[in-house]
């Protein structure tokens, strides 16, 4: 059958379908899964070497050695079954998905795209059997996927554990399984009886398709699930208050405080579902779903706590202003609702399928996500008698707030015309700092929340993390996000003022070209360098202090390399056209980042880290050919038109935000390990424990800072303008020129040192000579390829031809079967 195929089927068959899908992309993940037996082992031979070290203080460690059967190798080994059962099931379920691709990428694209089930259809529930059947798989392997995930790294012998959790994970798996092949098989003898039937798809001009998949409401049985969830909540939670008062009180609340954002996404999606429908039946429909979903809820939970703090009214008071708070935000609520229904047909339908119903359902996958993830713990058998739990739940339930917030931004938002969002946030104003005072702090509340996420998400695998932290930085995250909110509220309702009194419509404002950033960031960047100088100075003179230890020196120290070098990438494309204080402000800050590596090339052969000294000499060495090459790229960018260099800059920011998105993260779920011990952060860089930890994330944010430069080198020459570009059909024939050659094992050696690095985040475990070995090679494989790509990218321009004779650019086809390293490091992180 796929020899039957057009030469343009089969080369898209066996380059995208079978060497991306396939090898690159379902085989990275399998291997990712793999790692996650690295971690739980990790986290045994350090528990297993505490054990030994308590049982050697007791003088009992003889009688241990006379009792135990097992190699100790093999005991650690079987304290991982639970992990090593997880992998296989969740590794089983995405062979099943790559395998019903790869069969079902022999028929011609027109066939296979007519059986996918339409996120429109779904919210009109607007399914044939196949496309229903197809979406029900697709949510119950999800869920089923979730629940194996929350497996992922868990230390405990999973056939001496508690049988209640083996029938689950059997049930979940089996389910997850038999939906995935039920769907697949039913999907395929689908797809095969059109295409033997020789079925055409031109049956239907795309104008009718777009009439008739028009959504002006959601279908009813959304919100009578949203009304039967927040019904089944509200009893439960009553039940669990009120009646129940023993352990399974305890398990019960904690269960049912854990799906409060799932109903509370439900509810949401239920209060905009039909917004067109302004009836008193509606709206009294509406306050009585209210009232008793978010007022019986507080009020149990006030009443309750008013008998647990023997009587004092507080609790009682609290309660009574939340509600009224709750109550007036709901108000607000029902006027944004009516807003919406006054969008025209157009713009509600983008407004109901893309923002509420698949941003609802992504915040609800999402927070489903974050809430396995916090059972980790609980998986471990630690349960919640002991309390060690709590901060886990707890950070889930703030993480869930958060998206759900930012979900209800992007709704505030989306409920105006787009003819009237001129006034809302770009990436141009950003770049600039054009912004208003309100705008600004806006922008820095925001961040602020995400980085409270980013820390309570990475506390979510500790153990024994304490819960006053946990508090304080998630109702630090919410106050913000509340602010936000509040923000949006309010810019949102005065735009929709004033256009609604002007007597015509303001002209269109024109489009911001950004000709280079603003000052602050370059003043930022070289704060950071200042920072960085001064550390690796007081960690080259060994100095101490009372509140910073030589050990926390050389640890912050390695945290804001990264950092750093990042800010580096923005000086150097600050003002590309500029030559005078720009151009010397840069070089400046160049040599203070010398300065700086030159400082820990001095510390560390004093302290006899030999190797460690020629590594850093060799990436001075390497930063300064870089930089040279750099310069460069910054000419060439600043011979590009001021349209094309505009889109340019603001690629750069957008890649400086993501990459220090990526830092926050692997920072935070470095120092998570810290978290787990009595004295908590205040021992940051003191010990051994949990230098694995610390180093993955340094060693990860350092290959993240070199991919995002070469996406950034990238960017300066158009892919439609180079000479090599190299795409899936190339790889498939292996028709690569030398360099490529090189940089594929370089970009493939990255990635598996950054798979192993990743599975030692949160783990305790000493810097081994394999941990730092794997980190090195990662590190000298991410230089090399940068520096390739540079090398290609000034070479090709050199021999460029005059724009007249330049080739014609590529089409949208080919431009989507690219290959590079940052989209198959996107492509291998798209299951979860």
């Known amino acids: ?70 190699d100790p190798d093999v005991e650690l080994w079987h304290s991982c079954r639970r992990t090593l059962w997880s992998q296989t099931m969740l590794g089983i379920m995405i062979c099943i998905v790559i395998l019903s691709r790869l069969v079902s990428g022999m028929f011609p694209h027109k066939y296979v795209a007519k059986h996918v089930p339409r996120i ?86 795309p104008s009718d398709e777009q009439e008739l998949n028009r959504v002006k409401e959601l279908h009813w049985i959304w919100p009578c699930l949203a009304v039967i969830m927040t019904t089944l909540y509200s009893g439960s939670m009553i039940f669990a208050l009120t009646i129940v008062r023993d352990q399974t009180y305890k398990v019960l609340k904690l269960v049912t405080m854990s799906f409060t954002p799932i109903v509370v996404v439900s509810f949401l999606i239920c209060l905009v579902a039909k917004p067109r429908e302004q009836g008193r039946y509606m709206k009294f429909g509406l306050y009585l779903h209210f009232f008793s979903f978010a007022i019986i809820v507080i009020a149990t939970l006030a009443v309750e706590q008013f008998f647990i703090d023997d009587g004092k009214p507080r609790y009682v008071f609290m309660g009574i202003v939340l509600s009224i708070l709750l109550t007036i935000l709901f108000r607000y609520a029902l006027k944004f609702r009516a807003y919406i229904g006054e969008l025209q047909d157009e713009d509600l339908h983008d407004f109901l399928v893309r923002v509420l119903f698949k941003g609802g359902i992504q915040t609800l996958f999402t927070s489903l996500f974050v809430e396995f993830r916090s059972l980790k713990c609980i998986f471990e058998d630690l349960g919640v008698e002991g309390g060690q739990c ?70 979510l695998g500790t153990r024994g993390s ?94 804001m390399l990264p950092v750093v070098i990042l800010g580096m990438i923005i000086s150097v494309f600050f003002r ?4 005078g204080v720009a151009i010397k402000a840069l070089y400046v800050q160049f040599m203070t980042i010398i300065a700086a590596e030159i400082a820990m090339v001095i510390w560390n052969f004093e302290r006899g880290f030999t190797l460690g000294g020629w590594f850093t000499l060799a990436l001075s060495l390497l930063s300064c050919a870089a930089f040279w090459l750099v ?14 260099l ?79 570009v190299l795409t899936y059909e190339i790889l498939a024939g292996m028709r690569l020129k030398w360099f490529q050659q090189l940089q594929g094992l370089m970009a493939t050696l990255t990635i598996l040192a950054s798979m192993f690095l990743f599975s030692s985040l949160g783990v305790k475990g000493d810097y081994s000579v394999l941990f730092k070995t794997i980190g090195y090679i ?38 989507e079967r690219r290959l590079s390293i940052s989209k198959l490091s996107g492509d291998l992180i798209s299951l979860v």
């Not at 009237?420 to 600004?440: C, E, F, V, Y």
């Not at 590309?576 to 030559?579: E, G, V």
């Not at 310069?631 to 094309?644: G, I, S």
């Not at 779920?669 to 993955?696: F, H, I, P, T």
Request: a negative charge; one cysteine or more; charged letters at 20%.
């Open 778 to 815: 990662g590190l000298s494989t991410t230089a090399i390829y940068l520096l390739i790509d540079i090398l290609t990218l000034v070479s090709e321009q050199r021999r460029q031809p005059a724009a007249a004779d330049r080739k014609p650019r590529m089409s949208a086809i080919a431009s």
């Open 390 to 459: 709590e901060a886990n739940t707890t950070g889930a339930l703030y993480i869930s707030m958060y998206l759900i917030m930012w979900w209800g931004l992007q709704m505030v938002d989306e409920s105006l015309p787009p003819e009237w969002r001129n006034q809302k946030l770009s990436i141009q104003k950003i770049a600039m700092m054009k912004l208003s005072l309100r705008r600004g702090l806006e922008g820095v509340m925001l961040a602020f929340m995400a980085g409270c996420g980013v820390f309570l998400f990475a506390l």
């Open 466 to 559: 304490s819960t006053d932290t946990v508090l304080n930085v998630g109702w630090c995250g919410a106050i913000a996000g509340v602010l936000c909110l509040i923000s949006e509220l309010y810019t949102t309702t005065n735009i929709r003022a004033r256009r609604l009194t002007a007597s015509a419509p303001p002209a269109a404002a024109p489009e911001e070209v950004v000709e280079g950033f603003s000052w602050w960031y370059l003043a930022l960047s070289a704060l950071c360098s200042t920072i960085l100088l001064t550390l690796c100075l007081l960690q080259a003179f060994s100095y101490e202090s009372s509140h910073l230890t030589g050990r926390q020196i050389e640890s912050l120290s390695y945290f």
């Open 631 to 644: 310069l460069k790229l910054r000419t060439l960018a600043a011979q590009r038109t001021p349209a094309d």
């Open 1 to 70: 059958e796929v020899a039957k195929l057009s030469d343009s089927d089969l080369s898209s068959f066996l380059s995208l379908t079978v060497l991306k899908g396939g090898v690159l992309v379902g085989l990275g993940q399998l291997v990712f899964l793999a790692f996650s037996a690295i971690q739980c082992l990790s986290e045994a031979k350090v528990e297993a070497s505490a054990e030994a070290s308590a049982e050697a203080s007791a003088e009992a460690s003889a009688e241990a050695d006379t009792t135990s059967d097992l």
């Open 576 to 579: 590309p056209r500029a030559n």
């Open 120 to 205: 429109e259809k779904i919210a009109a529930m607007d399914l044939n059997l196949e496309e229903g059947v197809t979406a029900l798989a697709l949510f119950l392997s999800i869920i089923s996927g979730l629940f194996l995930l929350s497996f992922y790294g868990v230390e405990d012998d999973f056939y001496s554990g508690s049988k209640v959790q083996q029938t689950c994970f059997i049930v979940f798996f089996s389910l997850g399984t038999s939906s995935l092949l039920i769907s697949a098989v039913w999907k395929l003898l689908v797809i095969r009886r059109d295409y033997l039937r020789g079925a055409a798809e031109e049956n239907q001009s």
């Open 646 to 724: 505009s889109e340019f800059l603001c690629f750069v920011l957008k890649s400086i935000a993501g990459g220090a998105a990526s830092i926050l993260y692997f920072t935070f779920e470095g120092v998570a390990c810290y978290a787990q011990d009595k004295d908590g952060l205040n021992q940051l860089g003191e010990g051994y424990e949990c230098r694995n930890s610390q180093m993955g994330a340094v060693y990860l944010s350092s290959y993240v800072v070199i991919m995002t430069a070469s996406s950034v080198a990238r960017k300066v020459v158009p892919s439609e303008e180079r000479e090599t």
